[in-house]
């Protein structure tokens, strides 16, 4: 809305909606516009800015109102109209958790052993435990299964933990936590391939602890599960990919969040423990029996306070602190009050904190940490005196809504950052620490030490060790508990008292069951009001000082309108009256199972004092924001209803909503920012009041910046439904921003009161009811008429549970504002007064006059019903009910859509008030439908209200419009209703009467003539193709079946198959039937289809049935004309084929009739073709083993720099394309718009740039051979680019890799070498509108249809397959319907192929499956594959894998079947058991027929090239040349016509190369095949009978299992091939058996070592030395572990070594993985198979003799990609592993040698010389080595002198110094030849020849030979 240019308004600023001028003015502005008349008398002088703050409810009024006022909602007297009358109560349902742990990085610690354990609730799941590895790799599979509330499942807490295990004990090197509902939230349900970043809640200050990858899906029943890509990219960058939601900070500081819970009020005073009861009863009701305490839940941590004794009023004055990462990834903190019990703890009352609606994740200066109060929340739950059971126990903890007010905590939130974390505190952080906690946290550093707190306090930030170990037994860590000062006293006087207005208008629906007695209603607010249990002191008569001090300042006028509760303080009422007079109710006229109450000329009023803090300001803002959503979403509703009518002005409509909505918002932000002007100098404020208006601020301005995106955007793409998406983001957006989290007033609840017991209640927001003087500040429910259903407290059951209607007028609002509780009344009523109460609200309103009127219900028809007989149908009546009348409709038997016809007169309907008002809001309409039962009670079926059209006597009459209104069962939708409903008013006088009704025979009237709908003959066509799947019914197999097909009351019947069992088609296959239909679309009846089984002696069963609801698709539209040279197309920027959804001919207009563009004068349309590089295999030729050999030869040459993987050796198998094709679709997943890309490169500036920029691409290009034949109509908007890979590479792309030699262009990388295939990560029919495009598949139901899990599976008997065809029928047509029925020649069965039987050879190719479901007990599963195709089955048993949930089966099967009798493929997957049956893990059903017969061409998929033989051989049993022959006449068109270069198909000219040279022959030879089946792939774009022919591709389907319904069992990729016996027969299936691993040796001498650290030193000299040795292994083959010698006594870190270790494995290079085959333990049957990334490990270490080794240091180096080694140690650092040097492949370089580092947590602790050498299997068996210096080719021993530590004797004059381990030895200048002892890690001693005489006799006797061996450097 845009405000209006009057000359005012440029003068001014313009004003603004919610009563303020642009400019800040503090005089008062006479030209106030009032919303209401009534709110003149309590207006005063508008208060300067401060005051407006003191009395919060009036801030808003404000000087300058202004004309925007009127955008507020229309000021009606009946709340807004909801057709929803019950909620159904949430069910517990079942979810499934899936977690893939892939693998771990920089863990924190020495050699650690590490395994993850999960940890979700009390369920726990471990992975099994790598050895010696800071970075393990597990790729393994956890499934978790939960059958719980919503609620409930959303708050537990993912826990993943790393163990580092040892012998007797583990330890946690660190955690990572995030809440479910975190995961839940995320697109797809899902984090994939993110790294978790683990720390240490209890140690703080040691930082990160390492990286976890993994993924998390949180699936509920029903949740599609898409697989996410797999990323293997070893160079990752951790930081960029961390498991936090998008916008999270990467590095996130640790936060205290501290949760200060002062005092409670209001608590109920009765606990509800059996123990209590006895106590109450000899101790009196006069002493608390509770003894609370409070429990604060976060993040999987638990702190509670102290429990006070004997007290409903508790104060605590403590704080709960918890210390977690910030921002969490937690969504709610969970405060509960319990009662300490000797037999038991129980809940009190539960509330959560939403941390979303209390923070702002804003980044600077515009966003806020969480902050709440202190301010009160409010606790709900069951009845407060309520007896013990289930549903309190469950209300109580917060599941489910709750019934009634269970006290108030008054508590505080805040978050410091700290920082001792990880970097220092934000200045936010400080900015924001509330300035009276600067005492408190003297108190946190004195408790710090010994962290006070009763039950569960203690284990604080010092016992972190302890904390530690809590977390690895799984407990929750206990918070810390500290004591807190208590805040300023709340002063009393400062509370205001509210009154709670009330008037009850009517009453009826009473339970018939409850209304033997007197009933009587109550209100009550928080504990006041409560009849039951009233409040313990009764609220203050005096009037509030707030009050006071505004009487003060008001002005003299003010006096005469003293608010009505402000008398003498005598005369003041001391209590309320919140109860109605208990009346006896009398049953309903019409009805004897409702009553109501006789209130047509008294309606008793109630009203209710309480005393509350004055926090209205708060409510205001979310009123304001409310009234906007309210209008928001009302435009949005209209414009979204106009745009499914498809009716013009849905888009202007929608615009108006938006401009409207920005204005709104910035009359909103300017009230805003005034608010924030004024708040410094108010002291009740708190941290969280200012932050949110600036939050509602910042979020509305950048909502106004997205609608005007929208608005201006739209022009551009998208239309409307793109604008209807957008709009529907903006309403949750504010949505989100209406709700108030710091609760000031409990809400409003009525009781429903008989016998003293409480029988039903409704709840209701007090905001809604609030009253403001100014209009859009006011609650949307203050001062109306709501119409309320009360429900039962507790469990809903099925059926309708509504105990009573009422309506009811409801106003709350300060005691000074009292005077305006009346304002809004109906006209018509008055207060009753009298005497002395006149200061008193009334205690009734009477009714001046009534006037009588005659209802009338045309009840035309119902759709969509709920089924509740067994049969699958309903015997459907309507109960109509309005005030004291009801009346029911006939019943229709056996029916989803019945039409009763029936007009329902209710007569003498008796309305108060005036006639202008019941004109304008006449009373609400309930309409119940039911299904009747012969024994029994009726079934509820769904309920709907309704507002009837009223016809004053004083009015011309004019008949009312049928409409549908929706019918909810529960939450459910319930169908539709079409009726009208009229109010007639009567008069005695015979002027005037309404118009009579037709009567029928037993009493009934019909809908008259006028108001039912205009009727016309269509003529409706089916097409009955067969049945499928059908089940038994009644023990019975169905042999015989028919179907029934009925709408608008005729029915036409198929013909009877004769037996299902040998042709479930039918022998007839079209009919047709003349209806007639309503004219109006939009009220066209539902069409059901009902099929019956005929047996023996003509008795007919009830199969099941299917209801179609909307006729619309099935209107026929005339087929696009066949191709003439004048055809239109549309522009090339949307050339890319239209979606699998093409329509069938004749049912629904052509897509390419959208856009016209000229007419082309041009028959000759020309379409280029371009050659490209061809993929090995594809020429034409006999000479295909040669070429395939050079090619390939080159193809390794060209990949050397980009993949590290495939060498020369590699075949080119299916497994390439497979694999190119997978790296094609991760490169189309990296790029934002992959397929828009694709598409426009060819005709990238095409049409602007002319013929010479086709040059320019690197996909077209103009040669002097084509330019002079490229003809580009002027006229002609659109090129056909189609790209063929045949002939040499262009000049152009070679020119472009040179250039760009470094980085790899993501369209000339290897993958487009060879052919690809299209990857769906969906089934197929997804992708293809489930190849509905011929013929429609109906599910058939049967038996009652309940909200049970499972239950739409259960009711599954059947299918029905065909097609239906509606078109109006004209004089004309008719006599050719006449015609063409003679003729057998029918609209529906146009392109449908005869249903006879049919061969076909069907070839089924199983590639693999993924993320299976566990079905052993260890958490694995050994899955084959089982097929069954009719009767036919093949099981795969033999071939099961066992241990794999990610199989890779690699397998084809062939079978050969009939259609129709065997066209439903199922795909099994079984787990395969020694002992007992093989369990179903899932599977997936494939309709073949429906492929089989679509017009894309299901049958096999064209692939993107065409070769004779090799890995991309064409499959199919045509060419693609005769293939695209049959495709034109198939469809009526002209045969291609095939000339050199060219070939022309429906007036289309392809233009490509058609003739080829092969290698070894001079003579070009013709073919069309390749440029054929370019034709074919671009087949959607041949006018009229075009459509994407599927190509060739692997679909991804979800494996399903009955046990477990609606939950995703796994994904399986495969796909299906379909060949007719009639035709040609097909070539040999594909081999796609798995690649074998290759046999690879790695070959590894590790020479020497330099500055490896000395741990070891000596006690006698201090000298420090190093013995040490080398191991390595290869991850994944720890089996194999080699170690060195052992270099003993190194005082430099000098070692030497020469020695080699020798690692075999298998290998597969496409995967880069390892693959090792090994037994889990002793008692596996079976070896399983692993794949593993190809990591070697070199560790360093140190030998002691006594006591364990003494690790110092590892590399783990990438086989794919490490660094290359440093030429001499000097040059070695440690940085060479983490910098972007080169990095080397292993599979590339074959050799490598150089220095590499050792690190120990991230330090340099020595360098190793190194050399590798790998070899194939076949290479190492003819050159063999030996291990260590062994045979063949031994190394050298190393070259320094290595000494047998030996005594040396006397006579040589030297002294030799023996000491352990460190020792100088000095040698004789005489000895020559000594000993060199080499000691390995397992004890071995390795020598050289040396004489043993001279050995012993240098010896001596006190040392044996190999005993404390020793060795000195010389």
């Known amino acids: 809305m845009d405000l209006s240019e009057s000359p005012g308004s440029k003068r001014r600023k313009p004003k603004l909606k919610f009563g303020l001028k642009g400019k800040k003015k503090k005089k008062v502005n006479t030209d106030l516009v009032l919303a209401n008349k009534g709110a003149v008398g309590g207006e005063v002088e508008a208060p300067s800015e401060a005051s407006a703050l003191l009395q919060g409810e009036n801030w808003e009024d404000q000087p300058g109102t202004s004309a925007v006022r009127t955008r507020i909602i229309p000021n009606n007297k009946r709340a807004k109209l909801k057709t929803c009358i019950q909620k159904s109560e949430g069910r517990p349902q079942s979810f499934q958790i899936c977690i893939n742990i892939t693998e771990a990085r920089q863990l924190v610690g020495e050699n650690i052993d590490p395994s993850v354990l999960l940890e979700i609730g009390d369920e726990k799941k471990q992975t099994s435990v790598q050895e010696g590895t800071n970075a393990p790799f597990y790729n393994e599979y956890f499934v978790f299964e939960f059958f719980a509330y919503k609620e409930v499942f959303f708050d537990k807490v993912i826990k993943l933990t790393v163990m580092h295990s040892k012998m007797l004990r583990s330890f946690s090197v660190g955690s990572f936590k995030v809440d479910v509902w975190t995961v839940y939230r995320q697109p797809g349900h899902q984090f994939t391939n993110k790294w978790a970043m683990l720390t240490n809640p209890g140690d703080i200050s040691t930082g990160v602890r390492g990286y976890v990858k993994c993924d998390i899906s949180v699936s509920a029943k029903g949740d599609a599960v898409k697989p996410g890509p797999k990323a293997s990219d070893a160079e990752e960058q951790i930081d960029k990919n961390l498991l936090v939601p998008e916008g999270f900070p990467s590095e996130r500081p640790w936060a205290r969040f501290c949760v200060k819970v002062y005092r409670a009020e209001g608590l109920p005073r009765n606990n509800s423990s059996i123990m209590a009861n006895v106590t109450k009863a000899f101790i009196g009701d006069n002493t608390a029996l509770i003894d609370p305490y409070v429990e604060v839940s976060f993040f999987k941590r638990v702190g509670r306070t102290s429990t006070q004794k004997s007290t409903a009023e508790p104060a605590w004055n403590e704080q709960i602190v918890f210390t977690e990462m910030f921002p969490p990834l937690c969504q709610r903190l969970k405060i509960q009050v319990w009662d300490e019990g000797s037999m038991g703890d129980v809940a009190i009352g539960t509330h959560y904190f939403d941390l979303r609606r209390i923070s702002n994740e804003q980044d600077g200066d515009r966003g806020f940490l969480p902050t709440f109060g202190p301010a009160w929340i409010n606790l709900y739950g069951s009845v407060r005196n309520g007896s013990i059971g289930d549903d309190t126990v469950e209300l109580n903890e917060g599941i489910g809504e709750g019934v009634s007010y269970r006290g108030r905590v008054y508590m505080e939130l805040a978050v410091e950052i700290l920082s001792g974390g990880s970097g220092s505190e934000s200045k936010l952080g400080r900015m ?49 508990v500290l004591p807190v000062e208590s805040p300023p006293a709340l002063d ?48 203050p008569r005096s009037p509030s000082p707030a009050f006071r001090r505004r009487a003060l300042d008001a002005p003299v006028s003010a006096t005469p309108t003293s608010p009505l509760l402000l008398g003498e303080p005598a005369d003041a009422p001391t209590t309320s009256r919140s109860s109605t007079p208990p009346q006896r109710p009398l049953i309903v006229e019409g009805n004897r199972y409702y009553m109501h109450l006789p209130l047509e000329k008294q309606k008793p009023c109630i009203s209710v004092l309480s005393n509350w803090e004055n926090r209205a300001y708060r409510l205001h803002n979310s009123n304001m924001l409310d009234n906007i959503a309210v209008l928001f979403e009302g435009g949005v509703a209209s414009a979204a209803e106009l745009h499914r009518k498809s009716e013009p002005g849905a888009e202007h409509l929608l615009e108006t909503a938006l401009k409207e909505f920005c204005a709104d918002a910035r009359s909103f932000v300017a009230a805003a920012e005034a608010k924030l002007k004024a708040e410094g100098k108010s002291s009740y404020l708190t941290q969280l009041d200012r932050k949110r208006l600036t939050l509602c601020r910042q979020e509305l301005e950048s909502m106004i910046g997205d609608a005007r995106s929208v608005v201006e955007r739209k022009r551009k793409a998208g239309g409307v439904k793109e604008m209807l998406q957008h709009a529907t983001k903006l309403k949750q957006k504010i949505r989100f921003l209406v709700e108030e989290p710091q609760h000031t007033v409990p809400d409003v609840f009525v009781w429903l009161l008989s016998n003293n017991k409480r029988i039903a209640y409704a709840r209701l927001s007090a905001r809604d009811l609030l009253y403001s003087s100014s209009r859009e500040a006011r609650g949307i429910h203050c001062g109306k008429i709501i119409t309320l259903f009360l429900k039962p407290p507790g469990k809903r059951v099925a059926d309708l549970s509504v105990q009573a209607q009422v309506d009811v007028y409801l106003w709350y609002g300060s005691s000074s504002d009292s005077v305006h509780m009346l304002d809004d009344l109906p006209a018509g009523f008055s207060a009753a007064t009298g005497g002395a109460a006149s200061s008193r609200p009334p205690a009734a309103l009477l009714c001046a006059e009534q006037h009588a009127f005659q209802l009338r219900c045309h009840m035309y028809q119902a759709r969509g019903l709920i089924a509740a007989d067994t049969s699958g149908l309903s015997d459907p009546f309507a109960r109509v009910t309005c005030l004291s009348h009801s009346q029911t409709t006939n019943v229709i038997s056996q029916t989803l859509s019945p039409t009763w016809n029936q007009c329902l007169l209710m007569s003498r309907l008796l309305l108060g008030g005036d006639l202008q008002h019941v004109w304008k809001e006449p009373p609400r309409v309930l309409v119940e439908v039911y299904d009747d039962d012969a024994l029994g009670r009726a079934e509820y079926l769904g309920a709907t209200v309704v507002v009837p059209e009223v016809r004053l006597a004083s009015d011309p009459y004019a008949p009312p419009t049928l409409e549908y209104s929706p019918i909810h069962c529960g939450s459910l939708p319930g169908g539709d209703l079409l009726a009208a409903f009229e109010l007639l008013q009567m008069q005695e006088s015979a002027e005037w009467s309404p118009p009579a009704l037709e009567k029928q025979e037993g009493g009934i009237y019909t809908v008259p003539a006028n108001i039912r709908p205009v009727l016309s003959t269509f003529r409706l066509e089916v097409l009955f193709w067969g049945m499928r799947e059908l089940k038994k019914v009644q023990l019975l197999s169905v042999d015989r079946p028919q179907v029934f097909i009925e709408c608008a009351g005729k029915t036409l019947r198929s013909s009877v198959i004769q037996k299902y069992k040998s042709n479930p088609n039918f022998p007839t296959l079209v009919d047709a039937i003349e209806l007639e239909l309503p004219e109006n679309e939009h009220l066209h009846p539902p069409l059901s289809i009902t099929v019956v089984d005929w047996r023996a002696f003509g008795r007919s069963t009830l199969v099941g049935n299917h209801v179609i609801n909307n006729l619309k698709a099935f209107k026929y539209a005339p087929p696009p004309a066949l191709p003439a040279p004048t055809q239109t197309h549309r522009p090339p920027k949307v050339t890319e084929p239209p979606g699998p959804s093409t329509p069938p001919e004749g049912l629904c207009p052509s897509a390419g009739d959208t856009t016209m563009t000229p007419p082309l004068t041009d028959p000759d349309f020309l379409i280029t073709v371009e050659e490209d590089a061809p993929p090995p295999e594809e020429q034409l030729g006999k000479k295909r083993a040669g070429e395939a050999r050079s090619t390939r030869g080159r193809s390794t040459k060209r990949k050397k720099r980009t993949i590290a993987d495939e060498s020369a050796e590699c075949v080119i198998d299916w497994w390439s394309k497979y694999y190119a094709s997978r790296d094609k679709r991760a490169k189309q997943d990296g790029s934002p718009f992959p397929q828009v890309f694709d598409k426009a490169l060819p005709y990238q500036g095409l049409l602007s740039d002319g013929i010479d920029s086709l040059g320019k691409h690197s996909d077209i290009r103009v040669t002097a051979a084509n330019v002079d034949r490229l003809v580009i109509p002027t006229s002609c908007v659109e090129i056909f680019c189609l790209v063929t890979r045949v002939g040499g590479e262009p000049d152009g792309d070679k020119r472009k890799k040179q250039k760009g030699r470094g980085t790899l262009d993501p369209n000339l990388g290897p993958a487009t070498k060879l052919a690809t295939l299209e990857l769906y990560s969906k089934e197929l029919e997804a992708e293809f509108a489930s190849f509905n495009d011929w013929v429609n598949t109906y599910e058939l139901f049967r038996g009652k249809a309940n909200e049970e899990e499972g239950a739409t599976e259960g009711r599954f008997v059947g299918k029905f397959k065909g097609r239906f065809c509606l078109y109006k029928m004209s004089e004309d047509n008719a006599q050719d319907s006449d015609q063409d029925t003679d003729g057998g020649d029918f609209r529906v069965s146009r392109g449908i192929p005869p249903n006879g039987l049919v061969q076909v050879l069907v070839r089924v190719y199983i590639v693999s499956a993924s993320n299976l479901h566990p079905a052993d007990p260890d958490g694995k599963a050994d899955p084959y594959v089982v097929l069954r195709l009719g009767k036919n089955e093949i099981k795969d048993r033999d071939n099961y894998i066992p241990k794999q949930l990610n199989p890779v089966f690699g397998r084809s099967f062939e079978m050969q079947a009939t259609f129709p009798l065997e066209s439903l493929l199922s795909v099994a997957v079984y787990d395969h058991d020694l002992v007992g049956g093989d369990d179903l893990i899932g599977e997936t059903r494939i309709d073949l027929e429906n492929r089989f017969y679509s017009r894309h061409r299901a049958t096999c998929g064209l692939p993107t090239e065409y070769s004779l033989d090799g890995y991309n051989a064409w499959r199919d049993g045509l060419k693609p040349s005769e293939l695209l022959s049959k495709l034109c006449r198939d469809h009526g068109l002209e045969e291609p016509l095939f000339r050199p270069g060219r070939i022309s198909v429906a007036d289309k000219v392809f233009v490509g190369k058609t003739c080829f040279v092969h290698e070894g022959e001079d003579e070009p030879l013709e073919s069309y095949e390749h440029l054929s089946l370019k034709v074919l792939q671009r087949w959607a774009e041949i006018p009229a009978v075009g459509c994407k022919l599927v190509p060739e591709h692997i679909e991804t389907r979800t494996l399903f299992n009955k046990d477990r319904p609606g939950m995703d069992q796994g994904q399986v990729q495969m796909w299906v091939d379909m060949f007719p016996m009639d035709l040609p027969p097909p070539g040999p299936s594909v081999d796609i058996s798995p690649r074998k691993p290759k046999g690879y040796e790695l070959r590894i001498i590790i020479w020497n070592t330099e500055d490896v650290i000395l741990e070891d030193s000596s006690f006698l000299t201090g000298q420090q030395s190093s013995d040490i040795y080398i191991k390595g292994w290869l991850k994944g083959l720890e089996d194999d572990r080699q170690e060195t010698d052992v270099h003993y006594n190194s005082l430099t870190g000098e070692g030497n070594f020469n020695w080699r270790f020798v690692f075999p494995f298998s290998y597969l290079p496409a995967e880069k993985v390892i693959v090792v085959s090994k037994k889990e333990h002793i008692f596996s049957l079976d070896k399983s198979e692993q794949k593993l990334p190809a990591i070697l490990s070199l560790q360093v270490w140190d030998f002691e003799t006594l006591s364990s080794d003494d690790f110092l240091g590892t590399v783990e180096l990438d086989l794919h990609g490490f660094p290359r080694g440093a030429k001499t140690a000097k040059l070695c650092k440690a940085d060479m592993l983490t910098e972007g040097t080169e990095r080397i492949s292993i599979f590339q370089q074959k050799r490598a040698r150089g220095w590499w580092p050792f690190a120990k947590c991230g330090e340099l602790t020595g360098k190793v010389e190194a050399e590798f050498h790998l070899l194939t299997a076949e290479e190492a068996e003819k050159n063999c080595v030996g291990r260590a210096r062994k045979e063949p080719e031994p190394l050298p021993k190393p070259n320094s002198l290595l000494l047998s530590p030996v005594p040396v004797p006397q006579s040589t004059g030297h002294v030799l110094l023996l000491v352990r381990q460190s020792v100088q030895v000095f040698l004789p200048l005489g000895v020559a030849e000594l000993q060199e002892v080499h000691h390995h890690g397992a004890g071995a001693a390795h020598r050289r020849a040396v004489p043993r005489s001279a050995l012993l006799h240098a010896a001596g006797s006190h040392f044996s030979e190999d005993s404390q061996r020793m060795r000195s450097d010389l």
């Open 492 to 539: 009393a006087d400062n509370n205001e008292t509210f009154l709670l207005f009330g008037a009850l208008f009517e009453a009826t629906m009473i339970d018939r069951k409850i209304g033997d007695k007197p009933i009587s209603f109550e209100f009550s607010i928080g504990n006041y009001g409560n009849v039951l249990e009233p409040p313990e002191k009764p609220p």
């Open 432 to 480: 924001l620490k509330p300035s009276k906690d600067a005492k408190a946290g003297k108190g946190v550093g004195k408790d710090g030490k010994t962290p006070a707190g009763g039950g569960g306090g203690g284990g604080g930030a010092g016992a972190a060790a302890g904390g530690a170990a809590d977390d690895d037994k799984g407990k929750a860590a206990a918070a810390e």
